[in-house]
């Protein structure tokens, strides 16, 4: 099996409808085990890990499973808000550890001088980017596909994650600095052994992930700012 993050997915690539509904049905599942954080976070990487991290498919991957954690939840009935709680922290891991390992295979490919285009590189890095973004964004679908008590758990925990952030952000965050930092270690330790078309890489993917980086804080900014008002 290929570890390899599809960091240039074809757009029209999504999952089968048919595995999209057995990550539905064995997050459903997960809700009934006392291990539930444990288990979406080990579902999650799996799904990723099966679709190569293909960054444009991580919102159809995370709402499967967190559409089958309501499922669940509500079949189980009672107290639904640790259960919630931990599941999505669970998928929150999965995902932030995902998003190190994107940026990671991104910036080796880079440097041993993989051929990308400018849009391609700017691409790949705004999807890193929006990852927290998207997560969010599917526990608050979620609670709009969902009713009664449950949707008012799912309506709080997204606008927590909205206000508190996520562990998917604090990666992300992370990788796009050390990408913005101009890959050092790699550029100090063997910038000499570089191809010439590597080095053009390196400079290139430290410019974009720059540019992405600074479009991230002058986001995170107006958001603080937002809150505070």
Do not use: C
């Not at 559409?67 to 509500?74: F, K, N, R, T, V």
């Not at 990671?104 to 691409?123: I, M, P």
């Not at 479009?215 to 700012?225: E, N, P, V």
């Amino acid at each position: 099996m290929n570890d390899a993050p599809n960091l240039s997915p074809d757009p029209t690539s999504i999952p089968d409808p048919a595995q999209l509904a057995q990550w539905h049905d064995e997050a459903a599942q997960a809700t009934a085990e006392p291990d539930l954080r444990e288990r979406v976070r080990d579902l999650t990487a799996r799904a990723l890990h099966d679709r190569r991290m293909a960054l444009n498919e991580v919102r159809d991957i995370v709402g499967a499973i967190t559409s089958g954690i309501g499922s669940g939840l509500s079949a189980r009935g009672g107290e639904m808000k640790d259960g919630l709680r931990q599941a999505v922290s669970g998928l929150d891991e999965a995902v932030g550890s995902a998003a190190q390992v994107a940026s990671l295979t991104l910036r080796e490919a880079v440097s041993k001088g993989k051929a990308y285009k400018d849009n391609e590189l700017k691409d790949s890095l705004e999807q890193l980017r929006d990852l927290e973004s998207q997560l969010i964004d599917t526990v608050r679908q979620t609670a709009r596909q969902t009713g009664g008590k449950l949707k008012e758990e799912f309506d709080a925990l997204g606008e927590h994650m909205r206000v508190s952030g996520t562990r998917t952000g604090e990666q992300v965050q992370d990788a796009l600095r050390q990408m913005a930092s101009g890959i050092k270690t790699s550029s100090q330790a063997g910038r000499a052994g570089l191809s010439e078309s590597a080095d053009v890489a390196v400079d290139r993917l430290s410019k974009v992930a720059s540019g992405v980086l600074a479009a991230l804080s002058d986001s995170l900014k107006r958001q603080s700012d937002r809150l505070r008002s």
